[in-house]
Nanobody, 123 residues
Framework: QVQLVESGGGLVQPGGSLRLSCAAS????????MGWYRQAPGKQRELVAS???????NYLDSVKGRFTVSRGNAKNTVYLQMNSLKPEDTAVYYC?????????????????WGRGTQVTVSS
């Protein structure tokens, strides 16, 4: 079974930086899209950034120019570098692997989610 584990969240002052990491365990053959979502209290979960297997990226308008998503050299890792953080970036951040093929389970694509990591931007 595939599990995603996020790390790197925490408390940071406005203007600061954090780097989130997501590592997957399990026999992943391929992942089409890796992404980061966030959910603030009382709000819907929203896509923050994603990156496809060919390197194409997509960002939420409010984070463009501040956040950078990247895939690790290993096929099962993804990162989110967050700079110039603002209080409105405060949320639980979730890692997502979409259209994932697991070795030995051919012909099916799965979506996986991590449990989330808290990011709090406050002075």
């Amino acid at each position: 079974q595939v599990q995603l584990v996020e790390s790197g969240g925490g408390l940071v002052q406005p203007g600061g930086s954090l780097r989130l990491s997501c590592a997957a365990s399990g026999s992943i053959f391929s992942v089409y899209s890796m992404g980061w979502y966030r959910q603030a209290p009382g709000k819907q979960r929203e896509l923050v950034a994603s990156i496809t297997s060919d390197g194409s990226t997509n960002y939420l308008d409010s984070v463009k120019g501040r956040f950078t998503v990247s895939r690790g050299n290993a096929k099962n890792t993804v990162y989110l570098q967050m700079n110039s953080l603002k209080p409105e970036d405060t949320a639980v951040y979730y890692c997502n692997f979409d259209r994932t093929i697991v070795a030995g389970i051919w012909g099916y694509e799965h979506a996986y989610w991590g449990r989330g990591t808290q990011v709090t931007v406050s002075s």
